[in-house]
């Protein structure tokens, strides 16, 4: 006899779930009203019953999540009482991992950047290097923010993809060596004694981009990430996009150039092989701008060239600035791909290469997605970079937290299996 199956999107709910998704729609529609919301304004956002909103209004209060900030008046009758996030209701950690730099930040609730830091990525870039430098750097992070340690809801991590989320590992990243399969979540939270969170960092850096500098006029979008290596995270009707395996957004190996170098996955001209920042030295090297890289050189290496190009560009020096807008016009081929594939409303460019990039990219990329738009008679994507700061992945991480147990998702609404 056949087994019948029911698609998980189509399984029901039991009660306590609704209580507790109807918890998150309501802390998340707070949060992302900077001015506050009264509860009359509340069930009209959100379409629960006020008897709904007070009960679940007063779980918070308890919880020490929202306060209530002041009356307000709202047309006829007396002035209602305004709740708002409260910043040190919760806090969590988030540190990113890049093959050049490891950069650290504590959030509170509201998103806003209580102490960060950054530090070089151990030269070797060996796993157990990189876990005890991260592991003392959260520590002294902590307990110099002087965060209630009781308030400090968990640790999240961003790492360059492939990653298995089940399992918590980093999977052979193409630029950290020797990085098979490493245990990063157990580790660190076996270390630091705090729950971890682990995601792309790429994902991180659209759940930042949602957290704290989230619009509700645009629901779909992608995030550039741009590191030693480059990535996109989407955001699809305001809930981030993680694909079947939790590795969305993987886009080195589009072709952006078919007359391109090589790469190894045996086409010609893809972003990999032609945009990230070690094939721009490696351009300058060539054109005499700085020291060629050898293959033994680390990210910090790889960055320290990448700035030294920049500056030449900066300087006027043509070839310099020819490199810079050569790369643009190839990655916006990779961009347009991605906008015309998932019809994105906005293309956000970040992270720790991007402040570098930004003004030879913003001057050429806008004309080039809005050229290659498939729906530009109807809407053209607008481009701009991130709000968050060159910090994205590191805030990102530590909103990985915070999405985690506040946010809002539908599989909250599932029955366990």
């Not at 919880?63 to 708002?84: H, M, N, S």
């Not at 915070?402 to 599932?414: D, G, T, V």
């Amino acid at each position: 006899m056949t087994e019948l199956r029911t698609p998980a999107s189509r399984r029901g709910t039991n009660l306590p779930k609704m209580g507790d998704f109807n918890l998150t729609v309501i802390l998340d529609t707070i949060r992302r009203s900077p001015n506050g919301l009264s509860r009359v304004e509340l069930a009209g956002l959100v379409g629960l019953s006020p008897q709904t909103i007070s009960n679940i209004s007063r779980r918070l209060l308890d919880q020490g999540l929202i306060v209530e900030a002041g009356k307000a008046g709202v047309g006829p009758g007396k002035p209602r009482t305004i709740l708002r996030l409260n910043p040190s209701g919760m806090y969590a950690v988030g540190v990113h991992v890049d093959p050049a730099v490891i950069s650290f930040s504590v959030l509170d609730l509201t998103g806003k950047v209580v102490l960060d830091s950054k530090i070089d990525t151990p030269e070797a870039g060996e796993p157990t290097a990189v876990m005890a430098a991260i592991v003392f750097e959260v520590q002294r992070l902590i307990e110099e923010s002087g965060v209630d340690p009781v308030k400090l809801t968990g640790l999240g991590v961003a790492a360059p993809g492939p990653i298995d989320l089940d399992a918590g590992t980093v999977v052979n990243p193409p630029l950290l060596e020797g990085w098979t399969r490493v245990h990063l979540r157990d580790a660190l939270s076996k270390a630091t004694g705090l729950p971890v969170v682990l995601d792309k960092d790429v994902t991180a850096a659209a759940v930042a981009e949602t957290w704290v500098a989230g619009d509700n006029a645009s629901s779909n979008f992608g995030v550039f990430y741009m590191g030693t290596g480059i990535g996109c995270g989407l955001v699809l009707n305001d809930e981030v996009f993680r694909g079947a395996s939790g590795n969305a957004g993987e886009m080195g190996h589009i072709v952006v150039d078919p007359e391109g170098p090589p790469c190894d996955c045996g086409l010609n001209g893809c972003v990999k092989s032609t945009v990230i920042p070690r094939v721009l030295v490696d351009a300058g090297a060539k054109a005499g701008l700085v020291e060629p890289l050898t293959e033994g050189d680390s990210g910090v290496v790889v960055q320290e060239r990448f700035n030294k190009l920049c500056d030449a560009a900066d300087g006027g020096n043509e070839d310099a600035v020819a490199i810079l807008d050569r790369s643009a016009l190839h990655l916006s081929r990779a961009v347009s791909v991605i906008a015309n594939a998932m019809d994105l409303d906005r293309v956000v460019f970040g992270g720790p290469f991007w402040t570098r990039l930004a003004p030879y990219y913003l001057n050429r990329v806008p004309e080039q997605v809005a050229h290659g738009a498939d729906a530009r008679d109807i809407h053209v994507p607008q481009v701009v970079g991130s709000r968050v700061g060159e910090d994205v992945g590191a805030i990102g991480a530590a909103c990985l937290v915070l999405e985690h147990a506040l946010a809002p998702r539908s599989e909250r609404l599932l029955l366990g299996g």
